[in-house]
């Protein structure tokens, strides 16, 4: 079965970096897009960053662009999540997603959680000022 299992999380200062990694298994990583998406503490879950099947596009919530790059080795069957000049807010929940169902037209890719019908079990994030 597909299993997504994040990694990297942790406690980091205001200004710092970490990278997480997603590895997923049971399906043909390259065929699909994938997410990450984020919760904080009494909030909804938000997407970050999408990344197409070949890793040539790459939109970003604006809240994270300029610091954090999605990107994806398809060889390894894992997604990663740069972020850089970490802030307090950035704190939550990160969770990868794998949109296996998604059939995309054109360059569309999916930016609600509904279209995502796999998800890992999520790696806390905690950004301290």
């Known amino acids: 079965q597909v299993q997504l299992a994040e990694s990297g999380g942790g406690l980091v200062q205001a200004g710092g970096s970490l990278r997480l990694s997603c590895a997923a298994s049971g399906l043909t990583f390259g065929s699909f897009a994938m997410g990450w998406f984020r919760q904080a503490p009494g909030k909804e879950r938000d997407l970050v960053a999408v990344?197409?099947?070949?890793?040539?596009?790459?939109p970003y919530a604006d809240s994270v662009k300029g610091r954090f790059t999605i990107s994806r080795d398809n060889a390894e069957n894992t997604v990663y999540l740069q972020m850089n000049s970490l802030k307090p807010e950035d704190t939550a929940v990160y969770y990868c997603a794998c949109a296996l169902d998604y059939v995309p037209v054109g360059s569309s890719l999916p930016i609600r959680q509904y279209q995502y019908q796999y998800w890992g079990q999520g790696t806390q994030v905690t950004v301290s000022s």
């Open positions: 990344i197409n099947r070949s890793g040539s596009i790459t």
